[in-house]
């Protein structure tokens, strides 16, 4: 994911166009252009097929419904994009009203219980970005107190694990009489909180739009380009080539994007921001909790800090 600044209409055209989803796009469209420019001069100087003589309605009509389907795919994917990201923004909410609460409901001398809560709740988002992005790694896991019901290495789904590790220590708290019934009430609904966004990020992930309805599209666009050019050559001469790529860069170029951002939790330009996200929550939490944190680390969280990845 990158995050990009407003920089002006033309840096961003540019920009935007240095990504891996714009050179896909662009090798498809020199694949329309010779497709075209052969169709154009055959039908000029060779042969006559004739499908100029379509009527234009016919034309019409499919540019319709092929705009309309377009537009669902597009909705369609942007609705899984902004649902992943509400998701993310109520983790952010509720991790930071987690470490307010222990932040008031443990003593000031309690070190050891606030770092192991700011190291927990900021492993959360980290280990559901890995498991969202079937990473099974730990590497950006803080390590909190061991033992066998806390290993994080028990257990191959890391949310799960950390969420472990939260309930564990606040029911050993709460049995120590450091937290009274009410304040354990309270936690649980945020505890519980952790894994429902954990359970709306995964059936997004494990729900994709079915595929007979994007592949009808491709199927759809490619007929669409195919029997373009034989009816606009009579009227476009050797303009048909840049009318037809222009309007393939178009559709192609929709139905493209609506692929990237139907899976939000990659690592492509336009999905989640979820490194920045995860280390502005690990940040915040450190801060509320008390426990230092260096420098670097907090401008990791900073917007426009170097997110490529």
Same mark, same amino acid.
């Given at each position: 994911?990158?995050?990009?600044?407003?920089?002006?209409?033309?840096?961003?055209?540019?920009?935007?166009?240095?990504?891996?989803?714009?050179?896909?796009?662009?090798?498809?469209?020199?694949?329309?252009?010779? $497709?075209?420019?052969?169709?154009?001069?055959?039908?000029?100087?060779?042969? /006559? %097929?004739?499908?100029?003589?379509?009527?234009?309605?016919?034309?019409?009509?499919?540019?319709?419904?092929?705009?309309?389907?377009?537009?669902?795919?597009?909705?369609?994917?942007?609705?899984?994009?902004?649902?992943?990201?509400?998701?993310?923004?109520?983790?952010?909410? &509720?991790?930071?009203?987690?470490?307010?609460?222990?932040?008031?409901?443990? =003593?000031?001398?309690?070190?050891?219980?606030?770092?192991?809560?700011?190291?927990?709740?900021?492993?959360?988002?980290?280990?559901?970005? &890995?498991? @969202?992005? #079937?990473? &099974?790694?730990? /590497?950006?896991? #803080?390590?909190?107190?061991?033992?066998?019901?806390?290993? @994080?290495?028990? *257990? /191959?789904?890391?949310?799960?694990?950390?969420? &472990?590790?939260?309930?564990?220590?606040?029911?050993?708290?709460?049995?120590?009489?450091?937290?009274?019934?009410?304040?354990?009430?309270?936690?649980?609904?945020?505890?519980?909180?952790?894994? #429902?966004?954990?359970?709306?990020?995964?059936?997004?992930?494990?729900?994709?739009?079915? *595929?007979?309805?994007?592949?009808?599209?491709?199927?759809?666009?490619?007929?669409?380009?195919?029997?373009?050019?034989?009816?606009?050559?009579?009227?476009?001469?050797? %303009?048909?080539? =840049?009318?037809?790529?222009?309007?393939?860069?178009?559709?192609?170029?929709?139905?493209?994007?609506?692929?990237?951002?139907?899976?939000? *939790?990659?690592?492509?330009?336009? /999905?989640?921001? @979820?490194?920045?996200?995860?280390?502005?929550?690990?940040?915040?939490?450190? #801060?509320?909790?008390?426990? $230092?944190?260096?420098?670097?680390?907090?401008?990791?969280?900073? =917007?426009?800090?170097?997110?490529?990845?």
């Amino acid at each position: 994911m990158i995050i990009y600044k407003n920089k002006g209409l033309l840096p961003s055209i540019w920009h935007f166009h240095t990504g891996p989803t714009a050179k896909a796009l662009l090798g498809r469209l020199v694949v329309v252009a010779v $497709y075209v420019t052969i169709v154009t001069f055959a039908e000029m100087h060779y042969t /006559d %097929l004739r499908l100029k003589d379509t009527p234009p309605s016919f034309l019409g009509a499919m540019g319709i419904l092929l705009s309309l389907l377009l537009i669902f795919r597009t909705n369609t994917a942007y609705d899984r994009f902004y649902e992943g990201r509400q998701a993310w923004g109520v983790l952010v909410n &509720n991790c930071r009203n987690l470490a307010i609460y222990f932040n008031a409901v443990l =003593p000031e001398g309690d070190v050891l219980s606030r770092e192991f809560y700011a190291k927990a709740i900021s492993n959360f988002p980290f280990a559901l970005k &890995n498991h @969202l992005r #079937d990473a &099974n790694k730990m /590497d950006e896991l #803080d390590l909190v107190e061991e033992g066998e019901r806390r290993d @994080l290495s028990h *257990f /191959d789904h890391k949310p799960a694990g950390v969420s &472990n590790q939260l309930w564990v220590k606040t029911e050993i708290l709460y049995r120590e009489g450091q937290i009274s019934e009410s304040q354990h009430i309270n936690l649980n609904q945020y505890l519980t909180t952790l894994m #429902d966004v954990c359970g709306i990020c995964e059936r997004i992930k494990s729900t994709p739009i079915p *595929f007979s309805y994007t592949l009808f599209i491709k199927l759809f666009i490619m007929l669409y380009v195919t029997l373009l050019p034989f009816t606009i050559v009579t009227a476009f001469g050797y %303009l048909t080539i =840049p009318a037809v790529i222009i309007t393939s860069y178009i559709l192609v170029g929709l139905e493209m994007i609506g692929e990237e951002i139907e899976e939000p *939790f990659g690592l492509e330009r336009n /999905d989640l921001p @979820l490194n920045q996200l995860s280390q502005l929550i690990r940040v915040n939490v450190h #801060d509320i909790l008390q426990i $230092y944190l260096p420098h670097v680390e907090k401008q990791a969280a900073k =917007p426009g800090f170097t997110i490529v990845t």
